[in-house]
T-cell receptor, first 114, second 114 residues
Framework: NAGVTQTPKFQVLKTGQSMTLQCAQD?????MSWYRQDPGMGLRLIHY???????DQGEVPNGYNVSRSTTEDFPLRLLSAAPSQTSVYFC?????????????FGSGTRLTVV | GNSVTQMEGPVTLSEEAFLTINCTYT??????LFWYVQYPGEGLQLLLK?????DKGSNKGFEATYRKETTSFHLEKGSVQVSDSAVYFC?????????????FGAGTRLAVHP
């Protein structure tokens, strides 16, 4: 049971480049979400999904797109990278809203935009 | 709005010392409360939770009690170990802006020395 797998672990992009951060879970969880972690700010929700085919914006969605074609995968796309998107990105999943089982987090992707 | 405030770190303790990390929250309604822990180089892990007032969450020797009257959820451990060195995040789950979301505090780094 791999849990939540994120790739890549590290990435350096040039301003204006695009890329996709991958997230996959093998626990058949309906709820998946993407957070960014910045120093002194905790984690902030970017996008989330309550099931295959259903996504919605969180509190900091600008500059990011998501899709959920399968229960397992929830990729995050950076359309045109900016230095302000330098951060550590975490994908999380849960079988419910997070009350009973909490969220399972991946190990993160550290992104630097130069 | 909904928010979580944690004591600033880092917190530095000797092994076997008593630990308290303060957490207070602002929320409408009755949010569920969580403590997550992040070990170096890893994603966040659920440490403990409480879903209603006066509930006590506990795990691995850590405890926290949901205090509605003081809107607090302080984390305590009677005797810390070097292996407890990590960053601890207090969080609340609420329904806000049309979706369920976790709101995290900024995190408190704990360093335990032998």
């Amino acid at each position: 049971n791999a849990g939540v797998t994120q790739t890549p672990k590290f990435q350096v992009l040039k301003t204006g480049q695009s890329m996709t951060l991958q997230c996959a879970q093998d626990m058949n969880h309906e709820y998946m979400s993407w957070y960014r972690q910045d120093p002194g700010m905790g984690l902030r929700l970017i996008h989330y999904s309550v099931g295959a085919g259903i996504t919605d914006q969180g509190e900091v969605p600008n500059g990011y797109n998501v899709s959920r074609s399968t229960t397992e995968d929830f990729p995050l796309r950076l359309l045109s990278a900016a230095p302000s998107q330098t951060s550590v990105y975490f994908c999380a999943s849960s079988p419910d809203r997070g009350d009973v089982y909490g969220y399972t987090f991946g190990s993160g992707t550290r992104l630097t935009v130069v | 709005g909904n928010s979580v405030t944690q004591m600033e770190g880092p917190v530095t303790l000797s092994e076997e010392a008593f630990l308290t990390i303060n957490c207070t929250y602002t929320a409408t309604g009755y949010p569920s409360l969580f403590w997550y822990v992040q070990y170096p180089g890893e994603g966040l892990q659920l440490l403990l939770k409480a879903t209603k007032a006066d509930d006590k969450g506990s795990n691995k020797g850590f405890e926290a009690t949901y205090r509605k009257e003081t809107t607090s959820f302080h984390l305590e451990k009677g005797s810390v170990q070097v292996s407890d060195s990590a960053v601890y995040f207090c969080a609340l789950r609420t329904f806000s802006g049309g979706y369920n979301k976790l709101i995290f505090g900024a995190g408190t780094r704990l360093a335990v020395h032998p």
